[in-house]
């Protein structure tokens, strides 16, 4: 019997392993006899990628796309979906190309595609990457039954200045939480296999050091040694690449002075030869364009940057199919470097089963079914539900009490539009539930108050510079009546929500802001509030950490819960009032101010470490060192103790293993979930090391009165960095590993690796 299996599966063994050379063989043959029967400029057209009219998100627009489909001169378009939409496109390439090629279809679905889920940031916050996979298949299921075969997504730009709009897009600040979001996320889009249809091609973006830009400045300048960029920019990059990412998508800012569209040691040194990245590289909305503005060269020159860094395609700018023919034929670029992206190109459609089926994916009968089916809906919610982050619960204001009288005051309460948030696909705002829809759908007959409070922006300068159409209540009542009214309602009642944040375009491209305050209109509300002697709960909603030090100071509760997707108003009410107990944890420091900016966990130490007992040590003489809330905070309806750290061994052998475990114990009386994170300190290092790492973490769920023992696995693998040779390597030494619940913890125990 035992004989009989093996044999069997020697020869599944032979027939898989044999299927994947064949398939790689049958795919060069392939594209090897449709390239001998392209034209140059054929070629070239397949380097182009054009937006088509459903979406903009670029300054620059492109023109008659259609025309240019059929001169053969389009590879791939974006911001365009549908069955029927997608299918008259290909019909089009196969009734009217010479060659009959089949377009690409991409677009930003970033948190999903018509069903939307949280924020990245907020998916990030629940640290639960086997649910973030979930939903990147879940969203690539229903992204291409509406004709798209490829996203812009994941996002894994590390960053530590909540400035930046676009955090909102990212997971956070830490590269191995990044890094295991990345991975996630492409293995969800992709699945290994991009023949099934439920697959889309990721895009890991951008690449690369975005995050970093100067000042949280969008699109700003950077200068970066290659030590931070190798341990801990890069790893989230690198990460989603050995996942299998099929695209890699360039960044706007310059690396080492050449804007990174134009970066040979980025784009193929690091990125192919380094890494070994076989799929193709197209750079962000006119990149190849801006390099003029960036004042790297003319037209021609940024072009022909741009096709020998490594560039395979170009979006928007149309600046290869205008200069490459007469680059080529001035030899300043190779026809076998055109040759090499345009096989890129066609490999990737060739992976999808474009040549196979130009439909692929596409049906309205899918569409139909998979489209916000009821378990993408359910997945939403639980996503919601998960990313939501308990900041304070002074004297147990939350959970709520139905029974109570409670005023919801703030112009969030009833807007639907910032729930879905930015970047929010093709995702329809009109449709959702407001937080007020999900309260008087739960609690039919229940005496909630409510007011308005303020107005969501009133600033003039940020209403110019955000879209006040979408769902943003503006009315002409000046503020002071707004707050004397609100004020009013939560003299009738027991206690206020407070509903405020950001307009949904307040953070995302484009969006930075140099103070992170909450408005100023919304903070006098809150004011306002606060004399009422009422208790408050204030309820976030909003894209980026901000900085609360006067609501922490004043406000009895805060809940962060991002921009929660389409489920968010419920997910809300649910946690509002006990039904879900909160479990997210920040994976951004909250600084105390905007001058602290950039304050992240993973620091290293000065020569002049802080103390309270020295003026002359590294601190500000007007704020204290540490942030608000630190990295990987976030409270529960419960309480969660941690035993002290058991190591296994206190020695660890270059090719051993230790254990680091704690008792967690729910010494509250909820049911609960806590993220268990494991850090770790290398001593003495050839450089300075971080004063902590993320390493390792558990999301673990406890009844009330419940232990249960975590254990980490602690390998040499795990300590590893890159040195000053920029060698992979972890060095003989004494090691503090910590296990706690934020990165704050000063749980821990010493080992020494030999
Ligand atoms: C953004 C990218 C996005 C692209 C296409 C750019 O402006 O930086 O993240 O994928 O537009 O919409």
Redesign the pocket.
Known sequence: MKKTLLILSAIICIAACADKPSHETEMNKFVDNLMSQMTLEEKIGQLNLL?MWFDV??PRMSKDVEQKVKDGLVGGV??FWTPNAVRKLQDMILTQTRLKIPLLVGY?VIHGHRTIYPIPLGLASTWDTEMIERIASAVADEASADGLHWT?SP?VDLARDPRWGRVS?GAGEDPYLGAEIAKAMVRGYEQGDLSKQNTIMSCV??FALYGAAEGGRDYNTIDMSRLRMYNEYLPPYEAAVKAGASSV?TS?NEIDGLPATGNQWLLTDLLRRQWGFGGFVVT??TAIYEMEDHGVGDKAKVTELSINAGVDMD?VSEYMIEELPALVKAGRVKEATVDAACRRILEAKYRLGLFADPYRGISEERAKTQIKSPEKLALSKEAALKSIVLLKNEGQTLPLDASKKIAFIGPLVKNQRTLLGNWAAAGDWKQIMTLWDALENKYAGAKFLYAQGCHLVEDKYIRRMTDQQNGNVIDDRPAQQLIDEAVRTAGQADMVVAVLGEAYDMSG?AASRSNINLLDNQKNLLKALKKTGKPIALVLINGRPLTLQWEHDNIDAILETWLPGMRGGEAIVDILFGDANPSGKITMTFPRNVGQIPIYYNHKSTGRPFSNDSKFTTKYIDMENTPLYPFGYGLSYTQFTYSGVQLSDSTLTANGSITASVTLTNSGNRAGEEIVQLYVRDLVGSITRPVKELKGFQRVELKPGESKQITFAITPELLKFYNSDLQWIAEPGEFLVFVGGDSNTDNKAKFTLR
């Open positions: 937006s998100t670029g974006f911001n930003d812009f996002m897009e973006k951008h998508m706007f962000d909305w979006m491209e």
